[in-house]
T-cell receptor, first 114, second 115 residues
Framework: AQKVTQAQTEISVVEKEDVTLDCVYE???????LFWYKQPPSGELVFLIR??????QNEISGRYSWNFQKSTSSFNFTITASQVVDSAVYFC???????????FGAGTTVTVRA | GAGVSQSPSNKVTEKGKDVELRCDPI?????LYWYRQSLGQGLEFLIY????????KSGLPSDRFSAERTGGSVSTLTIQRTQQEDSAVYLC???FGEGGAYEQYFGPGTRLTVT
């Protein structure tokens, strides 16, 4: 069963627009971890953030912000005032307690046009 | 400091040949993971090492795939009798500890093409 769903396949925006990437996860565990990774055209996966299931505080890091809502099993990611360098594939991932692997969503391709 | 490194960056091989892919994790990272990224299947987990032992091999697609890790450091993923469906980017990651409490850092990957 798909544990992480990223319903948006591709998003295209003009520079300076905000873009929100959706991530919905499925787990029966009460302890789990959620992640976002960025994969730019160069191909290397870059870690962006990790949240554990007991911390629902939203987080902001520069132009990036994350909204974690357990009630809707969602962990959405917003890029504010997008830039061309934000063009990449973004992956949401889940790691369940007692498991060590990451289960990735299918990814969302973000294209920021100048 | 140095990140995760993988070699070769690209490998083209003929169907039926064996290939070896290498991963050098970040120094001090005890956990090491192999994933595969392909167009049809997305990012798939293959195997996980804690030290030199592999507690979870659940993602290996067939017995043609094997992996080992020596000295708690370098890991080699071996694919025997390669098939065209093995064509993919093979990604290695490492983390300071095991489990989701530790983020995994990924290498640049090895792009394998089986002709």
């Amino acid at each position: 069963a798909q544990k992480v769903t990223q319903a948006q396949t591709e998003i295209s925006v003009v520079e300076k627009e905000d873009v929100t990437l959706d991530c919905v996860y499925e787990t029966r565990d009460t302890t789990y971890y959620l992640f976002w990774y960025k994969q730019p055209p160069s191909g290397e996966l870059v870690f962006l953030i990790r949240r554990n299931s007991f911390d629902e505080q939203n987080e902001i890091s520069g132009r990036y912000s994350w909204n974690f809502q357990k009630s809707t099993s969602s962990f959405n990611f917003t890029i504010t005032a997008s830039q061309v360098v934000d063009s990449a594939v973004y992956f949401c991932a889940l790691s369940e307690a007692g498991d060590y692997k990451l289960s990735f969503g299918a990814g969302t391709t973000v294209t920021v046009r100048a | 400091g140095a990140g995760v490194s993988q070699s070769p960056s690209n490998k083209v091989t003929e169907k039926g040949k064996d290939v070896e892919l290498r991963c050098d994790p970040i120094s001090g990272h005890t956990a090491l993971y192999w994933y595969r990224q392909s167009l049809g299947q997305g990012l798939e987990f293959l195997i996980y090492f804690q030290g030199n032992s592999a507690p979870d091999k659940s993602g290996l697609p067939s017995d043609r795939f094997s992996a080992e890790r020596t000295g708690g450091s370098v890991s080699t993923l071996t694919i025997q009798r390669t098939q065209q469906e093995d064509s993919a980017v093979y990604l290695c990651a490492s983390s300071f500890g095991e489990g989701g409490a530790y983020e995994q850092y990924f290498g640049p990957g090895t792009r394998l093409t089986v002709t």
